[in-house]
Nanobody, 118 residues
């Protein structure tokens, strides 16, 4: 299993920025994909951004051009840089790990709250 610990959430004004961090317990190169999901009250959890061990990234349309996912293999950490934040970005953000491409095994962090409000 993969242990994941998120940090970096908080309260920010619209237009502001935050950087979320997800520290993993194993080498990122051994994990097929790492991603960030978010869940707002009353809504389903949705994929925000994902990065594979090969460096391929994808983003939800709602965050393209504003959010950037990256990784630091030496620190075993995945980041989500969030710029130009909007109130609709308010949610609990979860780090996700899928060690293998074609298995159902996946792991979640505890979540970190991001609130965008003036």
């Amino acid at each position: 299993q993969v242990q994941l610990v998120e940090s970096g959430g908080g309260l920010v004004q619209p237009g502001g920025s935050l950087r979320l961090s997800c520290a993993a317990s194993r080498s990122l190169s051994s994990i097929y994909a790492m991603g960030w999901f978010r869940q707002a009250p009353g809504k389903q959890r949705e994929l925000v951004a994902r990065i594979t061990s090969g460096g391929r990234t994808n983003y939800a349309d709602s965050v393209k051009g504003r959010f950037t996912i990256s990784r630091d293999n030496a620190k075993k950490t995945v980041y989500l840089q969030m710029n130009s934040l909007k109130p609709e970005d308010t949610a609990v953000y979860y780090c996700n790990s899928r060690p293998l491409a074609y298995s159902t095994d996946e792991y979640w962090g505890q979540g970190t709250q991001v609130t965008v409000s003036s």
